[in-house]
């Protein structure tokens, strides 16, 4: 079975500009995570899918941050314009309904200059 | 809010036992998980506690005790491969099921 993937694994990009993280989830798993660890602090929750649904995204840090799932499958998280403080290490993870385990992405790092 | 606290940095030696501790501060408490992350790498799922007493699985084994909203991961007969950061997470008592993480212990292993 795939795992998780993500795409880029690095990103470098100049303050201002724009930049779109991709998750692939485990086929079949409905329930899409996206967490961040920024400068060796812990990993923190910023949203939640079920399917197509944005379930819990309290953990945005902000409205430059969108993130979309298209179809229930891949889903995208849109830093636009970034900032110094968006970089980190961005995670995302899947799991089925009913289970515990989450599994998690290599992550993409993001380096903004 | 959730908050949990573990240590910062581990040294061991090879072939030792090391137990990585955490706390932990929960307004509803659903079990307590350890994953494992290498340097550039996916965190991946260790274990899960629920309930009081020690799991194992293999060389690693988990201990919860609710009562001292505390745990620890344990890890015998060290290796090389063991260096890497250690999370215990709990999860969140809402609807997502988001994980709530420690800062991470970072285990190094000496020969």
């Known amino acids: 079975e795939a795992g998780v993937t993500q795409f880029p694994s690095h990103s470098v990009i100049e303050k201002g500009q724009t930049v779109t993280l991709r998750c692939d989830p485990i086929?079949?798993?409905?329930?899409l995570y996206w967490y961040r660890r920024v400068m060796g602090k812990e990993i923190k929750f910023l949203l939640h899918f079920v399917k197509e649904s944005k379930q819990d995204e309290s953990g945005m840090p902000n409205n430059r941050f969108l993130a979309e799932r298209t179809g229930g499958t891949y889903s995208t998280l849109k830093v636009q314009p970034a900032e110094l403080e968006d970089s980190g290490v961005y995670f995302c993870?899947?799991?089925?309904?009913?289970?515990?385990?989450?599994?998690f992405g290599p992550g993409t790092r993001l380096t903004v200059l | 809010g959730q908050s949990l606290e573990q240590p910062s940095e581990v040294t061991a030696v090879e072939g030792a036992i090391v137990q990585i501790n955490c706390t932990y501060q929960?307004?509803?408490?659903?079990?307590l998980s350890w994953y494992q992350q290498h340097d550039g790498g996916a965190p991946t799922f260790l274990s899960y506690n629920a309930l009081d007493g020690l799991e194992e699985t293999g060389r690693f084994s988990s201990f919860l005790s609710r009562s001292d909203s505390y745990g620890y991961l344990l890890l015998q007969e060290l290796q090389m491969k063991d260096s890497a950061s250690y999370f215990c997470a709990v999860r969140d008592p809402g609807g997502a099921q988001k994980l709530v993480f420690g800062q991470g212990t970072r285990l190094t292993i000496n020969p």
């Open positions: 993870a899947s799991k089925t309904s009913g289970k515990h385990e989450q599994f």
């Open positions: 929960t307004s509803g408490f659903y079990g």
């Open positions: 086929s079949g798993h409905d329930n």
